[in-house]
């Protein structure tokens, strides 16, 4: 799998540009905001986006994503239906942040755990992973040992718990049971800073010692 983070909004939020480098078919996961810049970035790498992939219901990993689909015409899809009154509430977080304006939204498709999304050859298995929001899942390609994780965890630290229907405890036990036994191997790319491995974060992460 193909892939380029392009950092945005004043949040330093990293969207995913995601291609299969055989068919070009590309996937744009949590486009939360500056349209323009991540237009540029699909035009530079000469893909056709089929799909935009979300993982949870924060604005600034949804901020665009509507803007996006209508400009491609192409499907929202994601996050778990459980993040419906995040969503809903995008109106509300525009003015808590300092955002323009956005939208309630409603995806075209919600994904459930054990369901998987296609991106041209590639197969992303889809993973609930609440406690930084309800509904917030994470996107895995098996073969190329890549995982998309969101807020879920991070190069030294964990997705925050503190917002509405947040749970520390709910977290921390998807990440052991869910994300730490597909391998130390794996690369994950967060929704926030660099990257990193889940052998790195399963030894060296103060969160999950």
């Keep these: 799998m193909n892939y380029q983070t392009i950092p945005v909004t004043s949040f330093e939020q ?8 055989e068919t070009n078919t590309a996937a744009i996961v949590d486009p939360g905001g500056d349209a323009g810049k991540i237009q540029a970035q699909v035009t530079e790498q000469g893909v056709t986006v ?36 995040w969503l809903e509430g995008l109106p509300t977080q525009s003015q808590m942040f300092g955002f323009p304006n ?39 390609n098996r073969a190329s040992r890549l995982l998309i994780s969101g807020d879920v965890i991070f190069n030294g630290g964990v997705g925050r718990t503190d917002f509405p229907q947040g749970s520390h405890s709910d977290l921390i036990k998807a990440i052991k049971t869910k994300l730490l036994p597909l391998g130390d ?10 990257e ?10 103060p969160f999950l010692q």
């Design 102 to 140: 956005c939208a309630p939204l409603t995806p075209d498709r919600w994904l459930e755990e054990g369901e998987t999304v296609q991106v041209g050859n590639l197969l992303l298995e889809i993973l609930l992973c609440p406690g930084h929001t309800p509904g917030h899942i994470v996107f895995y």
């Design 14 to 21: 990293n969207c995913s540009l995601i291609w299969c480098p």
């Design 196 to 205: 990193s491995t889940l052998g790195r974060e399963r030894i060296s992460n």
């Design 185 to 194: 191997d794996v690369t994950f790319l967060p929704g926030h800073g660099p």
């Design 50 to 85: 089929s799909q935009i992939l979300l993982t949870h219901g924060h604005l600034d990993h949804v901020g665009a994503a509507a803007e996006l689909a209508k400009f491609y015409g192409v499907p929202v899809v994601g996050p778990h239906k459980a993040d419906t009154f």
